[in-house]
């Protein structure tokens, strides 16, 4: 299995890890005793954990090269190597990192199944409960990711050498290109009412009263009230971070608190609304502990965004002005708006505005479904950090899938290299990280042919 396959699995059993959890506590209630398979360092590996990822491996559709019983909890294993390095090496997943990734992982959530009260239902917890079971597993994979992306930062090729590896290549092992596509967003957010927000900036207000009269701590109202469930789980404490780690409006108010015992005033951010207090400054970073609330958005005003977005799309069509222009000065969308609306994200380092359409958000890769270039949707609705947003999206061009040529191409072959380059790098460093770290296996699993050499001694 290759790296990227691992990887792939991994964040794909990760969307999941709600059901993961409730599937391993399943297996625990029906075995009298749980049974240790593997230790690798310090660490065990469960037979739960195996069963537990084997379940969802096959919910997910993840199919493993070779015996599913020998790749699982090697792949267990591997992920704890990486896991070890990067607590030695002091790699860090800052809470924002997580917040954000798991917002990412909810909204695609919600895309697949319709609706959050859906989502719930399926899973039969609050959204609270299951971003609180995706937050561990997200934040172990983002930092076995980071150990890997450390340890083949440096490798790079040149064009002399991509077209060298290429050169003698057959024409069935060409790579073929996956069809792309590159599309052009406006976003509305649909207006949170004032009734709403008022509301939302009451029940702040009441835990700033409580606190100050001495009726609860801080801690405990974040841990009651904040929506900010990683945090919450610790009384609301962020942790050690920098003001560039933070949304700058947060940021402001943060790095001016100066009296630990005071609560600030109410902030907004891009996240909703928040009180804050001080723990402590170091230098340039400041740990501090915040109570989240997010004003709810109404299914009228919803309907109002969406119907404005009909309008914009029947001026664009009338060629009163274009989308680029509309985009450039209607879009709320902060990530576009100055692209015209181009959406772009990072393929292997670098930035591009060419998506394979698994790389697009679920909703806008529905919605151009069967477009032509030129043409735009209709506006649909979508999940984006969290929040509810409106949007219309415009194809701007497709290319079909085809075998890679060097002059078209260039990029698509000089990652296939790289690639292959980074999986010999880091396929050495795990064979040379299992020769340094004990590792006891259960007997049965000493004929397994293993993708990595040196576990069997």
């Not at 096959?58 to 992920?79: F, R, S």
């Not at 984006?384 to 990029?411: M, P, W, Y």
Request: aromatic share 6%; charged share 30%.
């Amino acid at each position: 299995m290759s790296i990227r396959s691992i990887l792939f699995a991994m964040l794909a059993l990760a969307s999941t890890a709600m059901q993961a959890k409730t599937d391993k506590d399943s297996i625990n209630a029906q075995s009298t005793v749980d049974e240790v398979i593997w230790v690798v360092g310090d660490e065990a590996i469960l037979k739960s954990d195996v069963e537990a990822m084997r379940m969802q491996a096959l919910q997910q559709g993840v199919h493993w090269t070779g015996n599913p019983d020998c790749a699982i909890p090697e792949q267990i294993a591997v992920q704890k190597l990486f896991l070890h390095q990067a607590a030695i090496d002091s790699i860090e997943v800052t809470d924002a990192q997580i917040s954000a990734g798991v917002d990412r992982q909810i909204d695609y959530m919600i895309s697949v199944v319709g609706s959050r009260e859906k989502l719930e239902e399926y899973h039969k917890k609050t959204m609270t409960q299951i971003r609180n079971e995706l937050r561990d597993s997200y934040r172990e994979n983002q930092m076995v990711e980071e150990m890997k992306q450390q340890l083949v930062k440096d490798i790079a090729v040149t064009p002399a050498e991509v077209r060298r590896y290429f050169k003698d290549m057959p024409t069935d092992s060409i790579p073929f290109v996956p069809t792309e596509v590159e599309v052009q967003i406006i976003t509305q957010t649909p207006r949170v009412s004032q009734e709403e927000i008022n509301r939302v900036k009451g029940e702040l207000r009441d835990y700033t009263d409580r606190i100050n009269r001495g009726d609860a701590s801080f801690q405990t109202l974040a841990r009651l009230y904040s929506e900010d469930p990683g945090s919450a789980r610790r009384g609301g404490e962020l942790g050690f971070m920098s003001r560039m780690e933070l949304d700058p409006a947060f940021a402001a108010v943060a790095f001016n608190l100066t009296d630990p015992k005071k609560v600030s005033k109410i902030v907004e951010s891009e996240f909703g609304f928040h009180i804050i207090q001080l723990i402590e400054k170091r230098g340039e970073k400041a740990n501090v502990r915040h109570i989240l609330r997010r004003p709810v958005v109404s299914n009228e005003a919803i309907e109002k965004s969406l119907s404005q977005l009909d309008s914009l799309r029947t001026d664009i069509a009338d060629a009163k002005f274009t989308f680029d222009q509309a985009a450039s000065v209607l879009s709320d969308d902060k990530d576009t708006r100055n692209n015209k609306g181009v959406m772009f994200h990072d393929d292997m380092g670098t930035r591009t505005s060419r998506f394979q359409l698994q790389d697009l958000p679920a909703e806008v890769a529905r919605a151009i479904d069967g477009l032509k270039i030129g043409e735009v949707t209709k506006p649909f609705q979508m999940m984006k950090n969290g929040r509810t947003v409106c949007a219309i999206v415009k194809l701007k061009n497709r290319s079909e899938g085809h075998k890679a040529t060097i002059t078209e191409d260039f990029q698509v072959m000089k990652n296939v290299v790289l690639e292959k380059l980074r999986q010999e790098k880091i396929h050495q460093w795990v064979v040379e990280k299992i020769k340094n770290t004990y590792v006891r296996i259960n007997d049965r699993y000493r004929d397994c042919d293993f993708e990595y050499q040196g576990w069997i001694r």
